[in-house]
């Protein structure tokens, strides 16, 4: 039997509603085939980026952070925009991780899903361009109007966005 691979998913919304959270849910059921998909949603918990810590006394939740991403096979993250950048909790995670290498080399799909996202979308990608992490188009994906397609529920409704979430998992597995 091949082993399935580890996916560590980061959530990059502040909010405990997400529907980042709820796309992430959602891609998790429908890869079950293919990946152990584990989902990290505490970047809220996570202390404010100090250079003088980074390198040589990073915090026990840094470290444990950059162990999952070290250990993963793959990466997702899956974020709203805030103010037409990525959420400071995002970022402030991904500064955390500049005094090591976790992403160089790394497989890595980018979700943006937001009420319009563009912006944010084109800036996670420079930065993880810039950190070396490796991904294509198809593992880059922006979902725009992302509260009107789920219900009161929390289900996804909306058909397309299903068929992205299932060729984003094609394209990321094609990458691991
Ligand atoms: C502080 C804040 C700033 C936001 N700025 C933007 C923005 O610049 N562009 C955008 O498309 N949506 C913006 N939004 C709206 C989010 O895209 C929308 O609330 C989205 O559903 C958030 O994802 P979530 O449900 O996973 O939290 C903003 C929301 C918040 C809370």
């Known amino acids: ?23 992430v ?14 989902i990290y949603d505490y970047l809220k918990t996570l202390p404010h980026f100090d250079p003088e810590l980074s390198a040589k006394n990073p915090p026990r939740k840094i470290v444990e952070l950059r162990k999952n991403i070290e250990q993963a096979d793959g990466i997702i993250i899956c974020t709203p925009e805030y103010v037409f950048s990525i ?20 497989p890595i799909g980018l979700i943006t899903a937001s009420a319009n996202g563009q912006k944010g979308h084109e800036e996670l990608q420079l930065i993880m361009e810039t950190v070396m992490a ?13 509260k009107g397609k789920f219900d009161e529920q929390g289900n996804l409704t909306d058909n397309e966005t299903e068929t992205k979430l299932i060729n984003f998992i094609k394209a990321l597995m094609k990458l691991l």
């Open 134 to 146: 490796r991904f294509t188009d198809e593992t880059c994906l922006l979902i725009q109007g992302v």
């Open 1 to 23: 039997m091949v082993k399935k691979k580890n996916i560590f998913a980061i959530i990059g919304s502040a909010s405990s509603n997400s529907s980042n959270l709820k796309l």
């Open 87 to 106: 959420p400071g909790g995002l970022k402030n995670a991904i500064e955390w991780c500049i005094a090591t290498t976790i992403f160089s080399d790394k």
């Open 25 to 38: 849910e959602k891609l998790a059921s429908l890869a079950i085939e293919e990946f152990n998909l584990t």
